[in-house]
T-cell receptor
């Protein structure tokens, strides 16, 4: 079975400071990893993904994430936070072993950027 | 690109009635779509995988006779909540998988309130 852990319910960062939202995963085989952002009463917006290749992936709105196989982590990062980055962030994983399985999501992390 | 729409965005219905929710991929073809359910302040839970031209695959614990899924074309999947009850009230989100990009794109969600 595959699972995703987001250990922090909430992360508070001052505007302009770097931010990190943590994610660890458990999956059989090679993982496909994703980050999505959700604004209130809205669906999810795709930020970035890791499928294969470079461990550091860059995505929308200046976000990036680093795939670390040994630590089974895929932390989301941004060098300089904006107030508009405040939202709910979900990490998700699926097994790359074929088929069309849906994503398994973490519980989400509220990111709050303080002016 | 990669836009997924849902209709309606919200619906209020009486207990015992049926509600149909549409999910469309607007600028790509999706042989596979997914239906998720999100309770307040919780993560997304996969309900079922909708396959174009074949029966949907339901996750354990999801009643297939209650949540009817039809994937009529490469751009349209529908979820019908039959004989709705107040406990079915939730936020229903669909996604469409762009196989070329190995990415799921999410609709804006449908908020269902059953009175």
């Amino acid at each position: 079975a595959q699972s995703v852990a987001q250990p922090e319910d909430q992360v508070n960062v001052a505007e302009g400071n770097p931010l990190t939202v943590k994610c660890t995963y458990s999956v059989s085989g090679n993982p496909y990893l994703f980050w999505y952002v959700q604004y209130p009463n809205r669906g999810l917006q795709f930020l970035l993904k890791y499928i294969t290749g470079d461990n550091l992936v860059k995505g929308s709105y200046g976000f990036e994430a680093e795939f670390n196989k040994s630590q089974t982590s895929f932390h989301l990062k941004k060098p300089s936070a904006l107030v508009s980055d405040s939202a709910l962030y979900f990490c998700a994983v699926r097994f790359s072993g074929g088929g069309a399985d849906g994503l398994t999501f973490g519980k989400g992390t509220h990111l709050i950027i303080q002016p | 690109g990669a836009v997924v729409s849902q209709h309606p965005s919200w619906v209020i219905c009486k207990s015992g009635t049926s509600v149909k929710i549409e999910c469309r991929s607007l600028d790509f073809q999706a042989t596979t779509m997914f239906w998720y359910r999100q309770f307040p302040k919780q993560s997304l839970m996969l309900m079922a995988t909708s396959n174009e031209g074949s029966k949907a695959t339901y996750e354990q614990g999801v009643e297939k006779d209650k949540f009817l899924i039809n994937h009529a074309s490469l751009t349209l999947s529908t979820l019908t909540v039959t004989s709705a009850h107040p406990e079915d009230s939730s936020f229903y989100i669909c996604s469409a998988r762009d196989g070329k990009k190995e990415t799921q794109y999410f609709g804006p969600g449908t908020r269902l309130l059953v009175l």
